[in-house]
């Protein structure tokens, strides 16, 4: 089994940044896959990027690209998502969530991660 534990998040003007850690622990010898996910108050989970275990493969939301960058050291168990340029409509709370996946698979559908924090609030407004 996995933790997930996210921390980051805050209050920033438009246009600033935010970089998001999510910390791993639990079951860490095998490899796994990250998924970043956010929810804004009465809208739906969406993706926002993710991340195979090799670092090598990435994916990231339209919304988002460019903007977002997705990392992770391994060998500390954390993952980042260096979150620039923000927007009003990035606001809301950011999940991390990971899966026990092959060296460079990507898993980017929130149905597919076993295991999720609880989740770190970005909120961007002026």
């Known amino acids: 089994q996995l933790q997930l534990v996210e921390s980051g998040g805050g209050l920033v003007p438009p246009g600033g940044s935010l970089r998001l850690s999510c910390v791993v622990s639990?079951?860490?010898?095998?490899?796994?896959?990250v998924g970043w996910f956010r929810q804004a108050p009465g809208k739906k989970r969406e993706g926002v990027s993710c991340?195979?275990?090799?670092?090598?493969?990435?994916n990231y939301s339209e919304v988002v690209k460019g903007r977002f960058t997705v990392s992770r050291v391994n060998s500390e168990n954390t993952v980042y998502l260096q979150m620039n340029g923000l927007k009003p409509e990035d606001t809301g709370v950011y999940y991390c969530?990971?899966?026990?996946?092959?060296?460079?698979?990507?898993?980017?559908?929130?149905?597919?991660?076993?295991?999720w924090g609880q989740g770190t609030q970005v909120t961007v407004s002026s």
């Open positions: 969530a990971a899966t026990y996946a092959a060296w460079g698979a990507l898993v980017c559908d929130a149905t597919e991660h076993d295991y």
């Open positions: 639990g079951y860490t010898m095998d490899m796994y896959a």
């Open positions: 991340i195979s275990y090799s670092g090598l493969s990435r």
